[in-house]
């Protein structure tokens, strides 16, 4: 199967799970250019996925889910990436959502709730949980345009008490699935708060009053994703529609393995089956077609032979990359502290995307003027790979954090106390 790849040492239930990901895969390699060409997330496969079980793919099983991990994930977000990056990330972010279901859940085992607390956060992370697995689309909207110079994601969406429930008012810049999911899992800050302790999560029904879409995106990146962002114009939320207890997100983050939610690297997951797509692609015609002179090969060039080889080592750099972060943050005993996995994933998310896009790029130099089409496999790559330089961060900034965490840790190695003179 295409996702072993990627996780070359599944289990028989990874397996299984990955078959039914296989399955839908013709069914969106024959949508891509299309909808690409449209700027339009195809209806029809939200049905397509919810039939698959698939909207349940990392939901544990008690909850009615088909209980696969981060690994699954991966697995998942990689093969779709082969056939449709679009489709990918918007299931990626789907995928999203399981954590503000599944970390509480572990917050609350770890005792980092009262007894007060614990039955709300429950209630509110099973109801994540059963809406997924139960087939619900969730789009996962956090971040904004509005930036700060010390996060990579800033939250000015505000949220403030009414009679039953909450008011939103905000905007939403990013976030698939714009008008295609059927809740909007939103992040706001509680009036009142100025720090993250004031985060909370709502459900956004799709539809509610108040509730509507920004002006179509039209840029670099996967076109197809219903990447439109949302605004919200003093929307009502039931109060049983939201998690609004103070600390409740910033307490569930402690429990991820690594970066941020603990999925992050899944999304690196789909610019990588993209990458092996346009590599599978240029690969084929070059060694198709042949020179009219010789009757040889095109790949077999000296110009060719040397594209093709600085490819396959950026496109194994990727996997490299990706493999072991994956490593990281699902082997049991953990391999490394949180904090080094952290940091092991601010290098990796740069150096796999760059690398994808390098395989792109040379795709698009070894297909020559000819191969220069927009709505062509290494066209659609070249754009889709693209948004991976930009998205959360940009490599540089994963580098200079690296930096920063190694230099000061290693400053503090050079200080220590002395006892008084005579003591």
């Known amino acids: 199967m295409i996702a072993e790849r990627l996780v070359e040492d599944m289990t028989d239930a990874e397996r299984e799970r990955a078959a039914r990901v296989e399955s839908v895969l013709p069914a969106l390699r024959a949508m891509a250019e299309e909808s690409d060409m449209l700027a339009t997330f195809p209806a029809s496969h939200v049905g397509l996925l919810r039939d698959a079980g698939l909207l349940g793919l990392v939901v544990p099983e008690r909850f009615g889910g088909l209980g696969g991990t981060l690994r699954d994930l991966a697995a998942a977000t990689y093969a ?5 990056p679009s489709t990918a990330l918007a299931f990626f972010f789907h995928n999203t959502s399981a954590s503000r279901g599944l970390l509480p859940l572990e917050a609350i085992e770890a005792g980092l ?19 997924m697995a139960g087939g619900t689309w969730l789009a996962n909207f956090a ?9 990579n994601i800033t939250i000015a969406t505000t949220a403030r008490p009414v009679d039953g429930g909450w008011v939103l008012d905000g905007e939403k810049s990013f976030g698939c699935a714009t008008g295609v999911a059927d809740y ?39 076109r197809a994703s219903a990447n439109n962002g949302i605004r919200l114009n003093g929307v009502f939320i039931p109060a049983e529609e939201a998690l609004t207890i103070p600390g409740a997100f910033t307490r569930m983050l402690t429990m ?19 990458a092996q797509s346009a590599y599978d692609h240029i690969i084929e015609t070059l060694t198709r077609k042949t020179f009219a002179d010789t009757g040889r090969p095109i790949a077999s060039s000296p110009l060719h032979q040397q594209l093709i080889g600085e490819m396959t080592q950026q496109l194994e750099t990727a996997y490299l990359w990706l493999r072991y972060q994956l490593l990281l943050e699902t082997s049991e005993p953990p391999l ?17 995307t760059e690398a994808c896009f390098q395989v792109a790029l040379i795709a698009f130099k070894a297909g020559g003027t000819s191969g220069a089409m927009m709505n062509g496999v290494v066209g659609r790559a070249l754009r889709d790979l693209a948004m991976g330089l930009v998205m959360t961060f940009p490599a540089e900034r994963g580098r200079l954090e690296t930096a920063q965490i190694i230099t000061e840790a290693k400053a503090n190695e050079l200080f220590t106390t002395a006892a008084r003179s005579g003591e």
């Open 80 to 84: 779709m990436g082969t056939a449709c």
């Open 113 to 131: 709730f009262t007894e007060e607390e614990a039955p709300i956060v429950r209630a509110f992370a099973e109801k994540v949980l059963t809406r």
């Open 143 to 151: 971040s904004e345009s509005v930036k700060s110079s010390t996060a």
């Open 184 to 222: 909007y899992l939103t992040t706001a800050k509680l009036e009142g708060h100025e720090t993250a302790e004031g985060l909370a999560t709502f459900f956004v029904p799709r539809d509610a009053e108040g509730v509507s879409a920004r002006d179509t995106w039209d840029g670099l990146g996967m």
């Open 256 to 274: 991820s393995r690594g970066s941020f939610v603990g999925n992050q690297l899944a999304i690196s997951a789909v610019y990588t089956g993209a």
């Open 336 to 352: 490394k502290p949180k904090q080094e996995v952290f940091t092991q994933w601010r290098l990796g998310k740069g150096s796999v």
